[in-house]
């Protein structure tokens, strides 16, 4: 924006320039309805999409469709993560995984975390990073995760270096307290549980597993 300066006679008028401050709202492609991308945007995407493309793992699919009151899900994100205040968990598109295990063990584990919410296990969760709160949840996800992949016949050893170095840098954080590591993986199987529909109580009892009703 240019105004005239004030000290300019008014027939040398100059002009000077100051910044403005505007906001714009900004929102993934998933989040929106009816939007048309340009055709080269479009083709870009495309092309990522056939690059790199997504077999589903059925029973994997399967669990996330079954979970009854599961949280919204968005695509898109650069990162994956959990938000409790809107209940919804955030990922990157499929493509960018390196295969469809790797997605699957990611989503398990953003789900595990969304059993904490209120509406479901009411579990709290440490908000400080690297806290013993927020490493004991961190130990309940990840252990959860290996528990729903297993359910769906997924081979856990692609993935297992992963599985234990991110688990052992947890435990580095509560002091390798193995009461602790007993206690987040009591906590893990009944997000799991939680997750697969089955009764607590039948599985603490040694009953058979039981589904929920819907």
Same mark, same amino acid.
């Given at each position: #924006?240019?105004?005239?300066?004030?000290?300019?006679?008014?027939?040398?008028? *100059?002009? +000077?320039?100051?910044?403005?401050?505007?906001?714009? +709202?900004?929102?993934?492609?998933? *989040?929106?309805?009816?939007? !048309?991308?340009?055709?080269?945007?479009?083709?870009? &995407?495309?092309? #990522?999409?056939?690059?790199?493309?997504?077999?589903?793992?059925?029973?994997?699919?399967?669990?996330?469709?079954?979970?009854?009151?599961?949280?919204?899900?968005?695509?898109?994100?650069?990162?994956?993560?959990?938000?409790?205040?809107?209940?919804? &968990?955030?990922?990157?598109?499929?493509?960018?995984?390196?295969?469809?295990?790797?997605?699957?063990?990611?989503?398990?584990?953003?789900?595990?975390?969304?059993? /904490?919410? *209120?509406?479901?296990?009411?579990?709290? &969760?440490?908000?400080?990073?690297? /806290?013993? $709160?927020?490493?004991?949840?961190?130990?309940?996800? $990840?252990?959860?995760?290996?528990?729903?992949?297993? !359910?769906?016949?997924?081979?856990?050893?692609?993935?297992?270096?992963?599985?234990? /170095?991110?688990?052992? /840098?947890? #435990?580095? !954080?509560? !002091?390798?307290?193995?009461?602790?590591?007993?206690?987040?993986?009591?906590?893990?199987?009944?997000?799991?549980?939680?997750?697969?529909?089955?009764?607590?109580?039948?599985?603490?009892?040694?009953?058979?597993?039981?589904?929920?009703?819907?």
């Amino acid at each position: #924006m240019h105004k005239p300066a004030d000290d300019a006679p008014d027939d040398e008028q *100059q002009e +000077k320039a100051f910044p403005i401050l505007r906001y714009y +709202k900004l929102f993934n492609l998933e *989040q929106t309805d009816g939007v !048309k991308l340009e055709p080269r945007v479009q083709l870009q &995407i495309e092309r #990522m999409e056939n690059t790199k493309p997504f077999d589903p793992i059925i029973k994997a699919e399967e669990i996330w469709e079954n979970f009854k009151d599961r949280p919204a899900l968005h695509h898109g994100n650069h990162g994956a993560f959990y938000r409790p205040s809107t209940d919804t &968990i955030y990922m990157p598109h499929r493509y960018a995984f390196d295969d469809a295990t790797s997605y699957h063990a990611v989503l398990a584990h953003e789900a595990c975390h969304s059993t /904490s919410h *209120q509406s479901r296990l009411d579990r709290r &969760i440490g908000t400080t990073f690297g /806290s013993k $709160e927020y490493a004991l949840e961190e130990l309940i996800a $990840e252990l959860g995760s290996a528990f729903l992949l297993a !359910k769906a016949g997924l081979d856990p050893v692609p993935l297992a270096d992963q599985h234990v /170095s991110y688990i052992q /840098s947890w #435990m580095t !954080k509560l !002091k390798a307290d193995p009461r602790l590591f007993v206690t987040a993986a009591g906590k893990a199987q009944r997000a799991a549980d939680y997750i697969l529909g089955v009764r607590a109580d039948a599985r603490d009892e040694g009953e058979p597993a039981e589904e929920l009703c819907a």
